[in-house]
């Protein structure tokens, strides 16, 4: 498990991390570029998040008892963040990767 696990994903994140070596060592100040992409970055997580949660929330209460003889089933999430996208998770991702560009 330590070797096809922890070492693994361990490799994978050197790898992507290792490109930011170059930009902890440049002496150039952030532009507001970079401030902005951050903000979405983080905007883009939050809202994977929310709509993640939401979603879990959902499934977990889609089969409520009315009374002894019926249920309820809801099949479509149309409430908070689903109310207004059909994917807002995937509307998240987009902003992250919108932000890592920036």
Same mark, same amino acid.
């Given at each position: ?14 790898? /992507? &991390?290792?490109? $930011?070596? @170059?930009?902890? +060592?440049?002496? #150039?100040?952030?532009?507001?570029? =970079?401030?902005?992409? /951050? &903000?979405?970055? $983080?905007? @883009?997580?939050? +809202?994977?998040? #929310?709509?993640?949660?939401?979603? =879990? ?20 999430? =149309? ?15 987009i ?6 560009f920036?």
């Amino acid at each position: 498990s330590i070797f096809s696990v922890f070492l693994g994903q361990s490799a994978f994140m050197f790898a /992507a &991390c290792f490109s $930011l070596y @170059g930009a902890m +060592l440049s002496p #150039v100040t952030l532009h507001i570029s =970079d401030i902005i992409g /951050a &903000c979405m970055c $983080l905007a @883009g997580v939050l +809202l994977e998040l #929310v709509a993640d949660k939401q979603m =879990d929330d959902f499934q977990k209460s889609a089969h409520r008892q009315i009374d002894d003889f019926r249920w309820e089933r809801r099949v479509v999430m =149309d409430g908070g963040l689903w109310l207004w996208s059909r994917h807002p998770n995937y509307a998240g991702e987009i902003a992250w990767w919108w932000g890592l560009f920036l």
